[in-house]
Nanobody, 128 residues
């Protein structure tokens, strides 16, 4: 059974930084597309960033230049470095393993088409 456990969320002021981590187990970690998604109250869950099996990455337009996704294959851990945080970034952030072997851009663009395994989420709150 796939297990994804997020950590690193919290409350920060606008302009601050946070680093999210996701420990993965029982999954084809190195060959999978992994990603971060978020859901704000009253809004649909949206893709934030993905990293493909080839290491290529993709980002939502709203976070480009501020967020960086990376993974450590030896530790089967996924990261999301979030800088210059804005109040609009406030949401529950979820780590996901996407059932597709693909690059980050395709994985993000077509993530709704693929089965995903989810972590329990970690809350990020950014105050102005």
């Amino acid at each position: 059974q796939v297990q994804l456990v997020e950590s690193g969320g919290g409350s920060v002021q606008a302009g601050g930084s946070l680093r999210l981590s996701c420990a993965a187990s029982a999954y084809r970690y190195s060959s999978a597309c992994m990603g971060w998604f978020r859901q704000a109250p009253g809004k649909e869950r949206e893709g934030v960033a993905t990293i493909g099996s080839d290491g290529s990455t993709a980002y939502a337009q709203s976070v480009k230049g501020r967020f960086t996704i990376s993974k450590d294959n030896s530790k089967t851990t996924l990261y999301l470095q979030m800088n210059s945080l804005k109040p609009d970034d406030t949401a529950m952030y979820y780590c996901a393993a996407v059932s597709v072997t693909a690059g980050g851009p395709l994985c993000l663009a077509r993530s709704n088409e693929f089965r995903k395994y989810w972590g329990q989420g970690t809350q990020v709150t950014v105050s102005s």
